[in-house]
T-cell receptor, first 110, second 111 residues
């Protein structure tokens, strides 16, 4: 069983729609990352969270530590948002390495 | 742009050969982590270096080894390449337990 679960695995949306991607994890963490990966491989860090909520432009990330759950929201989605979105966690007491979910492939149609 | 650069971007090697991948960290970062990402999967942790010392290792055999240099750049070495080593190799630099910044990756194909 993967320790970091994301849903959905694949998501197709129309331009302008509000999008939510979910991430659940199984044990205590010190931080959770949301990452974006485009075809070709490069990964961009979107957010690092340990509590509460962060916002950057049209992206919002929230985390509920008690429920071991985080969400990434995209408002007014655009075709350029099409990418794989990956949730990664750092376990409390770990040596700093990240455990990754399998990713959510998002496709936004014009 | 993250300031983390990896070289080469693509590489084809023959089974049994050895390969060295390189990562230049973002300025000021003292920690480098290496990950292997097979097609369609999330990245898997290989190992981490902190101030030139190995600081943690994932479930990879000893033929995967690494180095971190005084300028905090890093190398990943893989000996006796196997077909299953074909993957995207990612490095991430950070301060220890800080936000990770990833390079573009090196796509290794073993034939």
């Amino acid at each position: 069983k993967n320790e970091v679960e994301q849903s959905p695995q694949n998501l197709t949306a129309q331009e302008g729609e509000f999008i939510t991607i979910n991430c659940s994890y199984s044990v205590g963490i010190s931080a959770l990352h949301w990452l974006q990966q485009h075809p070709g491989g490069g990964i961009v860090s979107l957010f690092m969270l340990s509590s509460g909520k962060k916002k950057h432009g049209r992206l919002i990330a929230t985390i509920n530590i008690q429920e071991k759950h985080s969400s990434l929201h995209i408002t007014a989605s655009h075709p350029r948002d099409s990418a794989v979105y990956i949730c990664a966690v750092r376990w409390r007491g770990s040596q700093g390495n990240l455990i990754f979910g399998k990713g959510t492939k998002l496709s936004v149609k014009p | 742009e993250t300031g983390v650069t990896q070289s080469p971007t693509h590489l084809i090697k023959t089974r049994g050969q050895q390969v060295t991948l390189r990562c230049s960290s973002q300025s000021g970062h003292n920690t480098v982590s290496w990950y292997q990402q097979a097609l369609g999967q999330g990245p898997q942790f290989i190992f981490q270096y902190y101030r030139e010392e190995e600081n943690g290792r994932g479930n990879f055999p000893p033929r995967f080894s690494g180095l971190q240099f005084p300028n905090y750049s890093s190398e990943l070495n893989v000996n006796a390449l196997e077909l299953d080593d074909s993957a995207l190799y990612l490095c991430a630099s950070s301060l220890l337990e800080g936000e990770a910044f990833f390079g573009q990756g090196t796509r290794l194909t073993v034939v």
